[in-house]
């Protein structure tokens, strides 16, 4: 079973992640949440997961500077952004930190569970 970690300020996100999809069939575990990129940077060192799904505006450490730090120690964890954002500056940066998907809000059940799919098949 893979771990995965989602990091978002929207606690509702994070439940709907919980509920939309279900992880295990996935082969995945939600090992943890956090909702701002300091809590998520020590819930990454605590974990290690496989898997990290972040938000990109969040207060205290917004997602792109949490993912450059996590970028600093680890480049094999696949990362998935979540933003309400589509704008081009933020993935021209995912892609520099080479982030897995962006998923943008609101989510949508199919394109999770196919993005899950899918970093489970890179993972294996």
Do not use: C
Not at 13 to 30: H, R, S, Y
Not at 42 to 63: A, F, H, K, T
Not at 76 to 81: A, C, D, G, L, R
């Amino acid at each position: 079973m893979y771990k995965a970690i989602l990091i978002d300020d929207e606690n509702s996100t994070i439940k709907l992640l919980g509920k939309i999809v279900d992880w295990p069939a996935f082969g995945f575990e939600i090992a943890g949440t956090a909702s701002d990129g300091d809590e998520g940077l020590l819930l990454y060192e605590m974990v290690r997961p496989d898997l990290i799904i972040v938000d990109i505006l969040m207060p205290v450490m917004d997602g792109m500077e949490f993912i450059r730090r996590v970028r600093e120690r680890d480049q094999m964890v696949k990362i998935v952004i979540l933003s309400a954002y589509g704008e081009f500056k933020y993935a021209q940066q995912a892609i520099h930190y080479g982030v897995s998907q962006y998923i943008l809000k609101p989510l949508d059940e199919e394109i999770v569970k196919q993005v899950l799919s899918d970093i489970k098949f890179k993972l294996d």
